[in-house]
């Protein structure tokens, strides 16, 4: 800020627009040099080429993608009371990774998704890094009343986000301005990241989310550090404080902090090195999860779970989170063993983040839903997307389960994804010999839900028992057929997932096989999967093992298989539902 | 035992044969009767087909494989003084993993080998699973002078040696016997596992190591379960016992005791479970390594390192192996921090041990050299090969040393390889543009080293720059080419092995790609490769980053390219040597 002489910033708004109060007060907006430098000029070429088949296909209908430009990391998520809010990792200049701002859009049930003007810019201060949201209710901030706008200033700040958002943010603003007054409202935590140097700031948006103002004293952290980032803040019930997650990235450690008014935050506690060293530690979250089964009616037991996101050098290569469980007492998270668990069993999900606020439903203080990046630091900037780059996972809510042997694991499932289905496809299997398949064909540019639960035997003969769940298509002349299979090893109890049958996309890094051994002693196998556009969700045994692929088939697949190869199959339930488009209104 | 009435068995010999003394001291062998009916006929009707130029192909000629039959992991590793033994998990019946034997084979400098013998089999007591062998030079056992073999039970001895392994090994052990009076030798310390039982069993060879008679006291350890095994034994030093790590494999529990008999063993401690958690803990080793330069001349500092192999359940799917970097006290093993290691960033290495006694070179006490498995129970029982399944990677040296942020991280490199080199092929690439490569023709059926050192710039646009190092063959009228690469992305400082171009087998589980994050901060990049037939190993800067796969090309990998893609690329050193071959000679 030394550059801005006798000016103080209070606010940074979208689209690289600044809003700065004078020392007198007065407000003014700037915009920096670099914005429109900033727009590479690849991708304006391809603006105007024609869409191949493939290339449309790969636009999920009900994962949320950005309209265009590049998105990474979800940021800010939070349930506001009203509606779902979806920040992201954003450049909107172009499809590679940088010139990170804050994207937006909201929802009223995670599916749904309306996009928003850009909620954060780069500024001067540096690039809008990840952080969180949260809902300061009782204005403990004091950032609220704190806001001391003339009449003049107020007409002058609502100019300055109509200029960006648009005159219905503005007329937002005033109506949000005139009901909010003395009350709270949401805050973003989130790193400001500059060449060498990575620090903390907090805004807060004059309007319900549309736009935050940095507050005049950021940064509130600031360890001269360029590898410090990611604060994922929530409310704290039992200690009564707002707590911070936040990495020392490159020194791979979680470091917690505390605060009453989101403006002064101590420094609790450190976490780590611990499990995975990777190169990078990103993306921290901290929450208490359920465990299905134990407690009592109402009171469930709980443990504490951290989440750490890695990159690069995760084992499967390059992106990827492990997580521990154990306890956290308000000052330190203290993990129950010296055992690391992963999120996924595959190579595309990272940097997750939980909801704030959730909902409450059955479970106190609101199920623990996350959305991740489906992606992966190692092509990212390469995949076959046309205009846009980058998906989100769906929500999933968490929970712990005891297994068959009594350990602690993390199950997941989709958030509420019942509500999409349509009439289910008409698709018998009952039982399936040695070397028999059942098929049906797959509904076009149509997001699918199968659900399959078998018993599996052995079939005759020395050959390896399998169970195969293929998603195909019949080629062309030109081209032969592709297939992305899920399956299951009987002799091994493994469960795979193969997308190096399709031909849509192929680079060094782009692994091709991913595999997790079951939890012993099944007598079923379950499986549920979602083929949305370029994007893949396995759940298997009811969510204790979770796999999520970005896949790139050359041509739609049309048609799914259920196959026995050397196995005998019983088939109790197979279910293929048509999901109900989220995402199509707004999307190419 | 108990079927056997009055009788105790004190040696369980190779090939299923059993040597028992009744009470009185008598001799007698008896063959189990499931030993004919444990060969698999599939084998025997593959037997007379001819073989394909690509399964001829796939025989290594530096690396063990088996004569025939099926080989899994390692044991008793061993330098006895005259030559080092190789003893592996071994069905000389077909080429499926079961009917689990100790095979043998001896060698003088861990390249040349000599099959031996089967030198325990399995017997009443369970098949013999994995375990070690150390040198009781002192007779501290007591197992040695304890045998009171009358002149007819040594005759009787000599000749079910005789018949198992011939009148040489008869011989031999009539030599041995002479020599050996009063004196120590070889003691194995194994697992022997029936359906519901795994027990540790002591063994002392009568002959240098070519067989195994079991301890009338068998087993020595029992704790009634069936998921216990793979005991490691070696002689602490410090603490003057020897030292034993088992799992409760799962329980994933690493448990140590200490002997001074090797009869008799006290728990001292247990670790884990800790790091990942898989379905099976397997393999323990524990050793001590030295911090590559770090302390004084001729003491260099050193820490205890646990690997724990997993399977499955490993990240990268199926078999991995874990370790951990901390301190033994000759009773406990403290890690000095949370973090663990992953042995291989591929995933055909399993089942690590170290030998033995290693002579000592510049390494007190030896250097710390190890075999592994290079396979994984995902696909080893369906590799095409012909006959025989299973190679051992090739011996590694292992040290630690700090990369540039101060972690110690463990380097790997292969041992004395330099040995076999022949004169390097001619060469020459000093300098590759963006788009450039440099060709050169490899020897057939030679093993071949490449060294190659470079630095890297990213070339001119936005594409990423990578520079390629490929294993090609032109393919022929009906087949299009294949190749095999490892390669480094310039922008995210990664290495990729990518097998996924070649068509000889493919398979689930078989993954295609496989990556690591390379130290940060390193001016140049320093390759290494060993590509020997159906085996490919990587070593990146001097042994930090290590890759194991094995490769089934459909034709053999004539040609080497070095590839810049988008880079400039200044070849400080590329070099490439055939390698002398050392299991040609007793191998098909």
């Given amino acids: ?86 920040y992201y990792q954003y450049n909107p200049h ?33 690039q809008a890094f990840s952080g969180s949201v949260v809902l300061d209710r009782h204005n403990r901030s004091g950032l609220f ?23 219905g943010a503005a007329s937002a603003f005033a109506q949000n301005k005139a009901s909010q007054d003395g009350e709270g409202g949401l805050v973003a935590i989130y790193t400001r990241s500059r060449p060498h140097s990575q620090t903390q700031f907090v805004a807060w948006s004059p309007n319900q989310g549309t736009t935050y103002l940095d507050w005049p004293g950021d940064p509130v952290l600031d360890i001269a550090s360029d590898s410090y980032r990611d604060p994922k803040v929530f409310w704290h019930e039992a200690s009564q404080k707002w707590v911070m997650a936040l990495v020392q990235a490159r020194a791979r450690k979680v470091s917690f902090y505390g605060s009453a008014d989101l403006l002064h935050w ?53 992106s990827g989170t492990q997580y521990f469980v154990g306890d956290f007492d308000g000052e330190r998270f203290t993990p129950e063993n010296t055992l690391l668990g992963l999120l ?36 990212c900037n390469e995949l076959p997307t046309q205009g846009w780059r980058g998906a989100m996972t769906l929500p999933r809510e968490m929970r712990l389960r005891r297994d068959g042997e009594g350990w602690l694991r993390l199950v997941q499932q989709p958030w509420q994804l019942e509500r999409l289905r349509e009439a289910p496809l008409p698709f018998r299997a009952h039982r399936l010999g040695p070397m028999e398949r059942a098929h049906t064909p797959l509904p076009a540019n149509l997001a699918v839900e199968i659900e399959v639960t078998v018993r599996l035997e052995q079939g005759p003969g020395s050959q390896p028992g399998r169970f195969v769940i293929a998603f195909v298509n019949r080629g062309t002349a030109t081209m032969p057929g592709e297939e992305l299979t899920v399956g299951v090893d009987l002799q091994t109890n493994q469960l795979w997932l193969d997308r190096s049958g399709l031909r849509g996309y192929s680079q060094p890094f782009f692994t091709g096989q991913f595999s997790e051994a079951l939890p012993a002693g099944l007598e079923r196998v379950e499986l549920r999967i979602i083929l949305d556009a370029s994007t893949l969700e396995v759940y298997a045994q009811r969510g204790m093992c979770v796999g999520t692929a970005l896949v790139f088939p050359a041509n739609p697949l049309n048609g799914l298989e259920l196959r026995a190869e050397n196995a005998q199959v019983t088939v109790h339930e197979a279910r293929v539902w048509p999901l109900r488009p989220t995402m199509a209104a707004n999307r190419g």
Avoid at 286 to 300: H, N, Q, R, W
């Fill in 266 to 318: 101590r420094h609790l506690s450190d976490f780590g090195p611990a499990g995975l060293r990777g190169v990078d530690y990103e993306c921290p979250c901290l929450v208490e999860l359920p465990v299905a089964g134990e407690g009592t009616p109402g009171e469930s037991q709980t443990r504490w779970v951290l989440f750490v996101s890695i990159n690069p050098g995760a084992p499967l290569g390059g």
């Fill in 1 to 86: 800020m030394a550059c801005l002489g006798r000016r103080q910033a209070i606010g940074l708004l979208s689209s690289g627009v600044a809003a700065f109060v004078t020392t007198r007060g007065t407000l003014m907006a700037s915009t920096p040099a670099n914005t429109s430098s900033a727009r590479p000029g690849a991708d304006a070429a391809q603006a105007g080429r024609p869409r191949p088949v493939a290339l449309a296909s790969y636009r999920p209908a009900i994962h949320f993608t950005p309209p265009h430009g590049f998105m990474n990391d979800p940021n800010g998520l939070i349930w506001d009371g009203k509606v779902f809010h979806l």
């Fill in 344 to 379: 996924d069993f595959a190579k595309d999900c990272y940097a997750m983040q939980t909801y704030n606020d959730m909902p409450s439903n059955d479970v106190p203080g609101g199920a623990a839903v996350y959305l991740a990046w489906l992606s992966n630091w190692q092509y």
């Fill in 94 to 126: 172009g499809t590679h990774a940088g010139y990170v701002h804050w994207g937006h859009a909201t929802s009223p049930d995670l599916y749904n998704w309306h996009d928003q003007p850009v909620a954060i810019s780069v500024s001067e201060a540096g």
């Fill in 145 to 167: 009343p704190q806001l001391p706008l003339a009449h003049q200033e107020a007409a002058d700040l609502k100019a300055a986000i109509a200029a960006i958002s648009g005159p």
